[in-house]
């Protein structure tokens, strides 16, 4: 007889960890021009994709069944909180990822999602503290291009306790420890890209919703930056070949008072918003050409609530350079740029970090109040490099190399580096600049160079 063969026992692992599925949900209406998008960057890593239609009238829900997705119907009710939960409760995932249509994911970034997600899973710590993920969201203009950056949660977990609250502009309820920030997952957002807001009704229904809401809740400073953001959002879509249409002055006035009322206020309301509402009132008065100390008072105030903030002491460096105290400003914006070099934990910030050259324009401005040379220059030069079209930093760049012996060669080679000198346009706005400056010299040269390519 053989030996009788004994079972070896497995040790006891535990339970097995949960794996990640995720659903994908969104609402739509009429986003044939998006729906694909907004399912193809989730395709290769959800677990489902549920659409929920609220009356589309063209070829939406015929796309999204095309690719696959899961779709419901659900009777508009004016309620985006109400349309948003019915999605949810399709939901089979242990995770969600509620983007809007015109909203998406990087390839990169959907595998850093799912990366994380795994990762929280996987160490029980991470799983039972938390809920929700927060990461950027970058407004994209109409060439693609970040022009400022907030942060939103889109992704969190299937539990019945989350839910949406707010008829619009709606929020998850859930409280802050059991939110876990992620720097390397940006969501794309174009739906404030002005081609697009254009083409949507979605101003005047903003609008009329946020309207009705404050109506019922008077006291709501939340509900009151939501309408401003709508309004001033209106009256930017309004304008053509430079003109506004008549009532977009009277939204944007109606917006200032808005932003202005909230700053102002003590009353209970969302951080980010509190803070949306400081940056608009400084910008606002800035651009208004409202009385130095008027701007910088505004800005003291907001760094006593948002200490460190990387844009408020932007703002702060740039209304110190209005009054002609250089020395101060340029002390505020060396501090500045390191933190923006070297990265700041501040993801609220929504300004310096998506567009460097308006820290590096203030630079210049400081710099030739101090007789920088090498300031002007390297701070000039940076800017150019981002926005090359901009005759009041190539003007002082100019003068500053000339009036330190920079040959007219010299000159010639080191705009070549920010400047196409095969392109006639290119060429002209520099003789232009040129000859405004007073470098009449270095602009019939730069001109004789544009008769050339033309001749050729």
Known sequence: MGKKKTKTKKKNAGPPKPTVRLSQCMIVKNEEKNIEKALGWAKGIAYEQIVVDTGSTDHTVELAEKMGAKVYHFEWINDFAAAKNFAIEQAQGNWIAFLD????????????????????????ELREKYYAIISPLAQLDDQGKPFSIDTQIRTFRNLQSLRYVGAIHEILSLKKENLLRAENITVMHTGYAKAVYDETDKADRNINLLRAEIAKKPDDLNLKVYLADSLDAKAKSEYRDGEAIVGSAELEAEAEVLYAEVADSDGQIFYELKRRAHILTIDKSIL??????????LCLRALKIFPEDLDFEYYLARTINGKGDYRAAWELLLKCEHKLINGSDDLEATLVAVKPRLLFFEMVTAANGLGDVAGIVKYATMVLMDEKAL????????????????????VVSLL?????????????????????????????????????????
Request: with cysteine.
């Open 101 to 124: 249509a015109d909203e998406y994911l990087s390839p990169g970034d959907a595998n850093n999602l799912v990366s994380l997600l795994r990762k929280i899973n996987s160490e029980t």
């Open 288 to 297: 208004a050409g409202k009385p130095v100390h008027e701007c910088e008072r």
């Open 391 to 410: 005759p009041e930093i190539l003007k002082p760049y100019i003068v500053t190399l000339l009036e330190n012996d920079t040959t007219e060669d010299e």
């Open 416 to 456: 070549s580096r920010i400047y196409d000198l095969s392109d006639p346009k290119d060429i002209v706005f520099i003789a232009r600049a040129a000859k405004d400056c007073g470098a009449i010299d270095l602009a019939r040269r730069v001109a004789g160079m544009a008769t050339q390519l033309i001749k050729q």
